[in-house]
């Protein structure tokens, strides 16, 4: 339960873009503001302004806020996507 609630508590503290101080909390608070691309955490955010490191893992936490915010959608996208099953 300890470790739960610890897990809970650290839970958005990660950093996504060092260079402008850009935690995994702002970015989920973004995607409930209206952000839905990169290019939108950018605008808002400055993610990816700088060195642009941060851009593979701002996708990630982009991806994780949408599942959160919209399960069922994401659970229809995975079933919708094309999968190749080796080389012709």
Partial sequence: MIIIIISNLM???MYVCVCNAVTERQVHQAVRNGAKTVKHLKEQLGVGAECGKCASCAKAC???AHA???PSLVK???QLT???LGAA
Wanted: charged letters at 35%; zero cysteines; aromatic letters at 0%.
């Fill in 82 to 84: 094309p999968v190749q």
């Fill in 11 to 13: 839970r958005g503290n």
């Fill in 62 to 64: 982009l991806k994780e």
């Fill in 68 to 70: 959160e915010q919209h």
């Fill in 76 to 78: 229809k996208l995975i």
